[in-house]
């Protein structure tokens, strides 16, 4: 009796662990795939998918062996009763036509009768289709929803499932086979079929090629129809590599057609010969590596984005490697296996020739890491647009998020009509126009106001072209306003950009320029041309500098001016840095000529505006004009007489003061920009929207960004949550919140670090 009780505790505490093995030797092939096994039932209406409910034919404890070995068959609580059917099961070829319980099957490609051991010799073949055992009627209604239940378990099979189930799966055989919406474990109970077919006869010629044809023609079809599905994703194209191993000459051609696959088969034989011929690794074999070791994994963008980060990953690669990188043979023998879906199959040992296994290198994964994790952040705002519910890579947001390489080799229409239509407007205003007209190149609605999101599309969008804008909120410390204008110029900035100090200085000394030139609401030429002296004549600025500050110059003078602020800041200044500030403004003021009483009355009212004394201006006009570094002359060239003012070499060189008066004045009273525009916000306030146990889940799952399926069930069952329920729950909080989902469930659980930012945002 303790004997029997300490085998049920050691069998309970073995499902416990794994929820899976039939053996010992199983275990170790089933468990690694436990977490993908559970994900690809979710959509079963089973209550749990847990194995902890499977029922067991049969376990015994051998004194000869160190462990106990079980048979576990997963019926969630249906006994398995014996079959009255002693026909011997048969394999039903593609043309071959049966009805079976009423239902009439147009085509085979499944195993029938009642009796044949599974491949690993414990229990029933799982897809073997028992006429004798009792099944539901067929459905009155051809548009009925599919019957499933509890006994369409962690492993189902055709002997385990209910009466039901059988019906269902038997009329989902007897359709074209393509409903997506079937559960998909009625979809795994036929593909154990060809499992076998293929396995147990793979050294044999019972399976001729047009068979064997028709069967990967049959497995890639479902891949496709079922390929939302990531488990039968995984385990179809893993079989479908397994197949063009055994017969390689028959599939050769076919190759591209297998879907990438994770630890895969020919991408180790394919690595290990190309180092054993001491080739390069090329870029696709790179990314091939990358995929496929256990050292790194895809991070959210590169797996949604997959062909983006796949041509990015090409571009980056090419431009640290070349052609690719040297990898030398190592010591560690290649051995290849295939992990069977089905529970009634082993794990299937490939023979292979003697060669070295250079997939389990870190050396080359430590290279490739880099790359992908730019790659990755180089698409992050791309994928997270995606993510949103009702978006589309078609969108222009979408387009102005890719990286300017993919942008040029999409050949977007959107970018080339944009590019001309701001090439006219360079040529023929002067680069200027307004933001109302700049949107509406982006196809969508006219925003209320241009903030972070906004500005960035405006900026893409210019930047996919290889045109400028000013102001550029990165280097002219100014705003764009949605009722404003903006200037567009060529080239743009350029990638690298990085203004220097004069750049900083002489925009700031441009702005005050501007604000004196526009306080009569009319800019003469004279002073737009004295302004431009600052940017012309300044040696430190590149070209591509001062190609920015002129566009940004034709900005101010076309903008409003805003001295919000400045009054309280300009009292703060220093004697001589109110001297300088008064002398540069009358100087930009008399630039065209005329020392009138209109122009008097301006400096005055800028005087004010700026909280200073405007009973000064008559003296320090007098004094600026009559000092002997400054004339005011006759021009000669004019038929009518004009005053013209020559503007001090020191104002034009103001930022290699020694005293550096200029710079700390102007820094001082420009600190701070024009008020940002108000975001517009939801008029409704949005609680957190998670019960305590769903928050303190989420909150567990933020410390890292992957996590097994097992540690995630062992979180929620600490907190009595089912995983599958806890996960879609929180989604469903995200997508009220940002529109798009936090959590993803790929056998492993991912958390969208960049959506994290976005909901505490």
């Known amino acids: 009796m303790e004997y029997f009780l300490g085998a049920i505790a050691i069998y309970i505490g073995y499902l416990w662990i794994s929820g899976t093995s039939k053996s010992n030797?199983?275990?170790?092939?089933?468990?690694?795939?436990?977490p993908s096994q559970t994900s690809r039932h979710r959509t079963s209406s089973s209550a749990s998918s847990s194995v902890n409910t499977s029922s067991v034919s049969s376990f015994d404890c051998s004194d000869d062996d160190e462990f106990a070995t079980f048979t576990i068959e997963t019926s969630f609580g249906y006994e398995l009763e014996e079959s009255s059917n002693k026909q011997k099961g048969r394999w039903i070829g593609e043309s071959e036509q049966l009805t079976i319980n009423g239902r009439k099957l147009k085509r085979g490609l499944f195993y029938f009768g009642g009796v044949m051991n599974s491949l690993d010799g414990y229990g029933i073949e799982p897809s073997l289709v028992d006429e004798k055992r009792p099944v539901s009627k067929p459905p009155l209604n051809e548009n009925a929803e599919t019957h499933s239940d509890?006994?369409?378990?962690?492993?189902?099979?055709?002997?385990?499932?209910?009466?039901?189930?059988?019906?269902?799966?038997?009329?989902?055989?007897?359709?074209?086979?393509?409903?997506?919406?079937?559960?998909?474990?009625y979809v795994f109970i036929y593909f154990y079929g060809f499992e076998?077919?293929?396995?147990?006869?793979?050294?044999?010629?019972?399976?001729?090629?047009?068979?064997?044809?028709?069967?990967?023609?049959?497995?890639?079809?479902?891949?496709?129809?079922?390929?939302?599905?990531?488990?039968?994703?995984?385990?179809?194209s893993d079989f479908l590599e397994l197949m063009a191993l055994?017969?390689?000459?028959?599939?050769?051609?076919?190759?591209?057609?297998?879907?990438?696959?994770?630890?895969?088969?020919?991408?180790?034989?394919?690595?290990?010969?190309?180092?054993?011929?001491?080739?390069?690794?090329?870029?696709?074999?790179?990314l091939a590596w990358l995929k496929n070791t256990f050292e790194y994994s895809l991070k959210m963008p590169a797996r949604r984005c997959e062909e983006e980060f796949r041509k990015l990953f090409e571009i980056r690669f090419s431009q640290k490697f070349g052609e690719g990188i040297s990898v030398k043979p190592?010591?560690?023998?290649?051995?290849?296996?295939?992990?069977?879906?089905?529970?009634?199959?082993?794990?299937?040992?490939?023979?292979?020739?003697?060669?070295?296994?250079?997939?389990?290198?870190?050396?080359?994964?430590k290279k490739l890491i880099p790359i992908a994790e730019a790659c990755t952040e180089e698409l992050a705002s791309y994928s997270r647009y995606l993510g949103k519910a009702d978006t589309s890579k078609n969108d222009i947001a979408a387009l102005m998020?890719?990286?300017?390489?993919?942008?040029?080799?999409?050949?977007?229409?959107?970018?080339?009509?944009?590019?001309?239509?701001?090439?006219?407007?360079?040529?023929?205003?002067?680069?200027?126009?307004t933001v109302k007209e700049f949107w509406s190149h982006t196809g969508m609605p006219f925003p209320k106001g241009i903030n972070k999101k906004e500005h960035e599309l405006l900026t893409n969008l210019a930047t996919k072209a290889n045109i400028g804008i000013a102001p550029d909120q990165r280097f002219h410390q100014a705003k764009v306003k949605a009722d404003g204008n903006i200037v567009l110029f060529t080239p743009a900035h350029g990638e690298f950009f990085e203004p220097s100090q004069a750049f900083n200085q002489v925009s700031l000394a441009m702005r005050l320029g501007a604000m004196v030139a526009t306080i009569d609401g009319y800019v003469d030429q004279e002073e737009k041309l004295v302004l431009q002296k600052l940017v012309d004549q300044d040696e430190n600025m590149s070209q591509s500098e001062k190609n920015s500050l002129k566009a940004y110059l034709i900005w101010r003078l076309n903008s409003p001016a805003n001295t919000a602020g400045l009054k309280a800041r300009i009292e703060k200044?220093?004697?001589?840095?109110?001297?300088?500030?008064?002398?540069?403004?009358?100087?930009?003021?008399?630039?065209?000529?005329?020392?009138?009483?209109t122009e008097i009355k301006q400096i005055e009212k800028l005087y004010t505006s700026l909280g200073l004394d405007r009973s000064l201006v008559t003296s320090d006009i007098h004094h600026l004009t009559s000092s002997s570094s400054r004339t005011i002359t006759r021009s000669e060239s004019s038929d009518t007489s004009a005053n013209t003012f020559k503007l001090d070499e020191g104002i034009l060189a103001m930022h290699e003061s020694e005293t550096s008066d200029a710079k700390t004045m102007l820094e001082n009273i420009f600190a701070v920009d024009d008020e940002p525009e108000i975001d517009v916000i939801s008029e409704q306030a949005e609680s957190d929207g998670l019960d305590h146990a769903h928050k303190e889940l989420f909150d567990t799952l933020l410390s890292k960004e992957t996590w097994s399926r097992n540690e995630v069930n062992e979180f929620c069952g600490k907190l009595s949550l089912m995983v599958d329920g806890a996960i879609e729950t929180i989604n469903d909080w995200a997508y009220e919140k940002v529109d798009a989902p936090v959590l993803d469930d790929d056998g492993d659980i991912y958390v969208d670090l960049e959506i994290v930012e976005e909901l505490k945002g």
């Open 25 to 34: 030797t199983v275990n170790k092939s089933k468990t690694r795939n436990a």
């Open 150 to 185: 509890e006994s369409l378990g962690y492993w189902p099979s055709y002997a385990s499932l209910s009466q039901g189930c059988r019906g269902a799966y038997l009329d989902w055989l007897a359709s074209e086979r393509s409903n997506p919406n079937i559960p998909i474990g």
């Open 196 to 236: 076998r077919r293929i396995i147990e006869n793979k050294a044999t010629s019972d399976v001729s090629d047009p068979e064997f044809i028709a069967i990967f023609d049959e497995v890639l079809r479902l891949n496709k129809v079922f390929s939302a599905n990531r488990s039968f994703n995984r385990y179809s």
């Open 246 to 286: 055994f017969r390689p000459s028959l599939l050769e051609y076919r190759m591209d057609e297998i879907p990438d696959t994770h630890n895969a088969l020919s991408f180790k034989i394919k690595l290990a010969n190309t180092v054993v011929n001491d080739q390069i690794v090329g870029v696709k074999l790179a």
């Open 330 to 365: 190592n010591k560690t023998k290649l051995r290849l296996s295939y992990n069977a879906a089905s529970n009634g199959i082993h794990g299937i040992d490939l023979a292979v020739e003697e060669l070295p296994d250079p997939s389990i290198l870190k050396g080359p994964i």
């Open 401 to 433: 998020l890719l990286p300017k390489e993919l942008v040029n080799e999409s050949n977007s229409p959107v970018i080339g009509e944009f590019k001309k239509w701001a090439e006219q407007v360079i040529e023929n205003q002067d680069g200027l126009t």
């Open 573 to 597: 200044l220093k004697t001589n840095e109110i001297e300088f500030l008064k002398k540069f403004m009358i100087s930009i003021a008399l630039a065209d000529g005329k020392v009138d009483s």
